[in-house]
């Protein structure tokens, strides 16, 4: 199926519109995963960050993930 044919046959359940209908407007493949990478990087590296400078912070998110789980055990 082509990207035409695959664009025109969802033209109808698009309600917000697509940027790849658009003249001048090129979709471009791919971005969307390079800009989630970007943010995943971004945060796991401020996540780490923040544990090294406050190591007491990855103590208390342990703690409440295992309240929070032995809250759910009969």
């Known amino acids: 199926m082509t990207h035409r044919a695959r664009h025109k046959e969802c033209e109808d ?26 943010g995943l990087t971004l945060s796991a ?14 103590e208390t998110l342990v703690h409440a993930l295992a309240a929070r789980t032995a809250a759910f055990v009969p």
């Not at 209908?21 to 800009?35: K, N, Q, S, W």
């Not at 590296?45 to 912070?57: D, I, K, N, S, T």
């Open 13 to 38: 359940e698009d309600f917000l519109g697509s940027s790849a209908g658009v003249p001048g407007r090129d979709a471009i493949p791919g971005r969307g995963e390079f800009l989630e990478f970007l």
């Open 45 to 58: 590296g401020a996540f780490v960050l923040f544990v090294v400078v406050r190591p007491e912070v990855s």
